[in-house]
Antibody, heavy 124, light 107 residues
Framework: QVQLVESGGGVVQPGRSLRLSCGAS????????IHWVRQTPGKGLEWVAL????????YYADSVKGRFTISRDNSKNTLSLQMSNLRPEDTAVYYCARDPLWESYRLGSYFDYWGQGTLVTVSS | ILLTQSPGTLSLSPGERASLSCRASQSVTKSYLAWYQQKPGQAPRLLMY???SRAPGIPDRFSGSGSGTDFTLTISGLEPEDFAVYYCQQYGYSPLTFGQGTKLEIK
């Protein structure tokens, strides 16, 4: 069955960096685009970033553009989110979520499978 | 696109019918609207896409309707496991956006 497992969350001071990972199994990882979506009690669900199935197309929310970098290693079935210059408002549960379309490179879809999430807390 | 869900909280009893609303600030392209269910401590689960298509494995008591700016998720005959928070999401425009959620609670 499709499985996505996030890791790497924790407590980090403002201005510091953190790297999240998402391991995938149960499907042809290299054929699907993958998103990061975050959730906070205050702002709810917020789409963060998307990387196309082959890594050729990448999109970011304005709130993270220039600070976060999404990448993938299709040989290892893993997705990463490098977060830099973190702010308190980046505090959230971060989910990786699959785009349902085969070999998609466009930003314009829903999310058919989600990981269980990893909590990032930005605080001094 | 801003998505506004109503009501914020809906209190109903098992067996009753629930109607959850999602209103968009502008017309959603090609009814590119999805619904998710989230239970405490869990990730969201896809229920509907394309406004009215059920995701695999979703019971037929869940149905979606609407177009343009007004969309509805209907749950006919509430089961105990249906009490949760429900979110709508549009994917016709960048950035992808979610509604703030409707909490469906047991009366």
């Amino acid at each position: 069955q499709v499985q996505l497992v996030e890791s790497g969350g924790g407590v980090v001071q403002p201005g510091r960096s953190l790297r999240l990972s998402c391991g995938a199994s149960g499907f042809s990882f290299s054929k699907y685009a993958i998103h990061w979506v975050r959730q906070t009690p205050g702002k709810g669900l917020e789409w963060v970033a998307l990387i196309s199935y082959d890594g050729s197309n990448i999109y970011y929310a304005d709130s993270v553009k220039g600070r976060f970098t999404i990448s993938r290693d299709n040989s290892k079935n893993t997705l990463s989110l490098q977060m830099s210059n973190l702010r308190p408002e980046d505090t959230a549960v971060y989910y990786c979520a699959r785009d349902p379309l085969w070999e998609s490179y466009r930003l314009g879809s829903y999310f058919d499978y989600w990981g269980q999430g990893t909590l990032v807390t930005v605080s001094s | 696109i801003l998505l506004t869900q109503s009501p914020g909280t809906l209190s109903l009893s098992p067996g009753e019918r629930a109607s959850l609303s999602c209103r968009a600030s502008q017309s959603v392209t090609k009814s590119y609207l999805a619904w998710y269910q989230q239970k405490p401590g869990q990730a969201p689960r896809l229920l509907m896409y394309g406004a009215s298509s059920r995701a695999p494995g979703i019971p037929d008591r869940f149905s979606g309707s609407g177009s343009g700016t007004d969309f509805t998720l209907t749950i006919s005959g509430l089961e105990p496991e249906d009490f949760a928070v429900y979110y709508c999401q549009q994917y016709g425009y960048s950035p992808l956006t979610f509604g703030q959620g409707t909490k469906l609670e047991i009366k």
